[in-house]
């Protein structure tokens, strides 16, 4: 492939618009699906969870989605998801589907490039250098620069040897993928086991007490957010020290220690009012809202960011295992329920006096031990084909690495 084997991506695409997002159809019709940046989860595209929006008809023609079309986040509150794209493949479910005005379409001019190699290009650790510097931003939230974005060149074999490069990565990511889904497939079965056994969380069928989770966290500063205003600016953080906790660091179930800021413990001294500890629930309340996971040892402090995110201290263990509360909270019903509770209109966000409200179902702890175990038999297989899908990505990486640094 030599250098001149090059197209900036504004030349090779159709369309490159951003999406809308309606009105709320309640009251109306039943409305269209409507696809967001969270509904892109790993470089695939989740539609189980799509928000269905009443659109404009004008709206309904030029905004629907077609096969080989591809999605990008532009705007979020973190540099890991801002940028993050998937391939839209028409499931033939009966929908039309559509796309959010936080969203990209891109949608690949065929005679010049293959919609998945441009998608590979895209998502790629290579492609996504050219993120770096691409985004601004304003009041925490990242927007992606849409001019800058369309200008950067990508590279464009001929046809036939795009189609042929994609085709082995095809092959190389369903590999990949099958570990993904083993594990996923494990997260199933214990939403599965809790729904059975403690029934949807938000109606509460079964009829279990209930508490807010500011009565759960009864104890005085239990529930805290991040520093107030803009304490912690750039000049801040430091090459080491204490850890700070951003948003995206809290996954659903499972935290991400791959990448973190840190402060001088002269600083900490000054924020210990949001520190965190092994054990606490930590929440992410801006950006991608609603994550919630159990707070890991990291072998010294840590301490909250200034925003986006909540520390509930351990809960109260007379009432409720801290792990079933997190096993509560990650059910998706709950998690619309969450929405419901979000305050903003630009940018949504959960506030404390909303968390401190949001209601839970506090059944015997004799019944939460019980999905307990189940939960750590599953998570104990879990870890195991965790390690070999982190050698498959390995071994994806490097093709990728192969497919548009050399030559395969």
Request: with cysteine; charged share 25%.
């Amino acid at each position: 492939m030599t250098p001149r084997q090059r197209a900036r991506l504004a030349d090779v695409v159709l369309l490159a618009d951003t999406g809308v997002w309606g009105e709320d159809p309640s009251g109306g019709d039943g409305g269209v699906p409507v696809l967001r940046s969270t509904n892109i989860d790993d470089y695939t595209l989740d539609l189980s969870d799509a928000a269905f929006r009443r659109l404009r008809t004008a709206a309904l023609v030029d905004k629907r989605l077609a096969s080989g079309d591809i999605l990008v986040t532009t705007s979020s509150g973190s540099p890991q998801h801002l940028g993050k794209c998937c391939l839209f493949l028409d499931p033939q479910d009966g929908h039309k589907y559509y796309f959010s005005n936080f969203t990209l379409r891109l949608r690949p001019d065929v005679s010049r490039i293959e919609p998945r190699w441009l998608f590979y290009w895209l998502s790629s650790s290579v492609g996504r250098r050219t993120l770096l510097g691409l985004d601004s931003t304003t009041s925490g939230l990242r927007n992606l620069n849409r001019g800058r974005y369309l200008s950067q060149s990508v590279p464009l074999p001929a046809l036939p040897e795009q189609r042929r490069i994609a085709a082995l990565l095809d092959k190389a990511d369903a590999i990949r993928r099958k570990r993904q889904q083993a594990i996923r497939l494990g997260d199933d079965l214990l939403r599965s086991a809790f729904l059975d056994m403690f029934g949807d969380p938000v109606s509460n069928p079964r009829r279990w007490p209930t508490m807010s989770i500011g009565e759960v966290a009864a104890e005085k500063g239990a529930i805290v957010d991040g520093p107030f205003g803009s304490s912690l600016k750039p000049e801040c953080y430091v090459d080491q020290g204490v850890t700070v906790v951003r948003n995206f660091n809290i996954l659903d179930d499972s935290f991400d220690g791959s990448a973190f800021k840190y402060v001088t413990p002269s600083k900490f001294e000054q924020i210990r009012r949001s520190e965190v500890r092994p054990g606490d629930v930590v929440l992410s309340t801006k950006g991608t809202i609603g994550n919630v996971c159990l707070m890991p040892d990291l072998g010294g402090l840590a301490v909250l960011s200034a925003s986006g995110t909540v520390r509930i201290r351990a809960p109260h263990q007379g009432l409720v295992r801290p792990q079933f509360l997190v096993s509560q909270m990650i059910n998706s019903r709950y998690k619309r329920y969450l929405r419901g509770l979000e305050a903003g209109s630009n940018q949504k966000y959960l506030n404390l006096a909303a968390i401190r409200s949001a209601r839970l179902v506090v059944p015997p702890l004799e019944q939460q031990d019980r999905f307990l175990v189940i939960r750590q038999r599953v998570r104990s297989t879990g870890i195991r084909l965790d390690a070999g899908r982190t050698s498959c990505d390995v071994l994806f990486e490097s093709l990728v690495h192969r497919a548009f640094c050399s030559d395969l």
